[in-house]
């Protein structure tokens, strides 16, 4: 007879949604974010969406560019969460520029080390999302898959789900979409179970001292 196993411990998610659209206002990047963090839920993961655009985070490579800059507090709730799900809009065939804004930000990260010299980055898991009506999703997440993991993020195995749309075509955006399509579904189920996995893994056991 099989002994029963204690439930898995819970874990976090921070989406930080890099649209160049403010709230209320629709946006794809927001709502693939938060169907991430949909797929992440069944794993035993809660979730926060932050849309960055709604903040003033200010430019810099500091934790803290003075008086009025947001990023401190959503840095707080990102050093606070296992998983980062880390949401942009394609323009240009480019991230967004908050996107970058974000990844400039986050280099602050690297003077930031624990008493036996990891970065406090380190046992946290990232994963991309990534979305637009042109070509670019693996252009982008190659960008975002080396920022983060040089400032101490762990990828999991097919960490990033995308939409882009046909080519040459009406230009439509994901949040008009009848449905979410199944292959992108297929995807964020693969991306949302191996980030949960992987999260559990270095939460149990962590990288070795520096």
Same mark, same amino acid.
């Given at each position: 007879?099989?002994?029963?196993?204690?439930?898995?411990?819970?874990?976090?998610?921070?989406?930080? &949604?890099?649209?160049?659209?403010?709230?209320?206002?629709?946006?794809?990047?927001?709502?693939?974010?938060?169907?991430?963090?949909?797929?992440l839920?069944?794993?035993?993961?809660?979730?926060?969406? &932050?849309?960055?655009?709604?903040?003033?985070?200010?430019?810099?490579?500091?934790?803290?560019?003075?008086?009025?800059?947001?990023?401190?507090?959503?840095?707080?709730?990102?050093?606070?969460?296992?998983?980062?799900?880390?949401?942009?809009?394609?323009?240009?065939?480019?991230?967004?520029?908050?996107?970058?804004?974000?990844?400039?930000?986050?280099?602050?990260?690297?003077?930031?080390?624990?008493?036996?010299?990891?970065?406090?980055?380190?046992?946290?898991?990232?994963?991309?999302?990534?979305?637009?009506?042109?070509?670019?999703?693996h252009?982008?997440?190659?960008?975002?898959?080396?920022?983060?993991?040089? &400032?101490?993020?762990?990828?999991?195995?097919?960490?990033?789900?995308?939409?882009?749309?046909?080519?040459?075509?009406?230009?439509?955006?994901?949040?008009?979409?009848?449905e979410?399509?199944?292959?992108?579904?297929?995807?964020?189920?693969?991306?949302?179970?191996?980030?949960?996995?992987?999260?559990?893994?270095l939460?149990?056991?962590?990288?070795?001292?520096?």
């Open positions: 007879m099989t002994a029963p196993t204690d439930p898995p411990p819970p874990l976090r998610a921070l989406a930080l &949604v890099c649209t160049l659209t403010p709230s209320p206002a629709e946006s794809s990047s927001a709502l693939m974010a938060e169907q991430v963090l949909g797929a839920a069944p794993h035993g993961v809660t979730g926060e969406l &932050v849309r960055v655009v709604d903040h003033d985070v200010r430019p810099g490579v500091q934790l803290d560019m003075g008086a009025g800059d947001a990023w401190p507090t959503i840095r707080a709730k990102l050093m606070d969460a296992d998983i980062l799900v880390f949401a942009t809009p394609t323009w240009m065939g480019q991230h967004s520029s908050v996107a970058q804004r974000v990844l400039e930000r986050l280099d602050a990260e690297l003077a930031e080390t624990d008493d036996e010299g990891r970065l406090q980055t380190f046992g946290k898991v990232a994963v991309a999302a990534v979305v637009g009506n042109e070509d670019g999703a252009h982008i997440s190659g960008i975002l898959f080396q920022g983060l993991n040089d &400032v101490g993020f762990t990828l999991a195995a097919n960490a990033v789900t995308y939409w882009n749309d046909e080519a040459q075509s009406s230009a439509r955006d994901y949040k008009d979409l009848p979410q399509p199944d292959g992108v579904a297929a995807t964020m189920a693969t991306v949302a179970a191996n980030a949960a996995h992987l999260a559990r893994l939460t149990s056991s962590g990288y070795p001292p520096a």
